[in-house]
């Protein structure tokens, strides 16, 4: 399963971006994870394909929204009222079993990042 990240870029904190995660195959569930400079990865938000179950990191609850369009194979993660703790390069995953979706080994599959950064 390959996997293209897009939309990150530069934004004010309280602004608004939106990232997009292509995939070349349908999995069971979708992840968006990020890491901040000398910090490790961690999760912010996963959705399954088939009933669009969905689950946030409570760093995030409230201000980012996890969606799917199964037609295109894309996932898309909403990110609202941005902080500049939100700056990090964020990557998709794709895992193909249904092992919960935190963790950053229950994903196969990774796309190759992109970077958000909020200013004050």
């Known amino acids: 399963v390959q996997l293209q990240a897009s939309g990150g870029g530069l934004v004010q904190a309280g602004g608004s971006l939106r990232l997009s995660c292509a995939a070349s195959?349908?999995?069971?569930?979708m992840g968006w994870f990020r890491q901040a400079p000398e910090k490790e990865r961690e999760f912010v938000a996963t959705?399954?394909?088939?009933?669009?179950?969905?689950y946030y990191a409570d760093s995030v609850k409230g201000r980012f929204s996890i969606s799917r369009d199964n037609a295109k194979n894309t996932v898309y993660l909403q990110m609202n009222s941005l902080k500049p703790e939100d700056t990090a390069v964020y990557y998709c995953?794709?895992?193909?079993?249904?092992?919960?979706?935190?963790?950053?080994?229950?994903?196969?599959?990774w796309g190759q990042g992109t970077q958000v950064t909020v200013s004050s």
């Open positions: 995953a794709a895992a193909t079993e249904n092992r919960g979706g935190t963790r950053t080994y229950e994903y196969g599959y």
């Open positions: 195959a349908r999995t069971f569930r």
């Open positions: 959705i399954t394909w088939n009933g669009g179950s969905t």
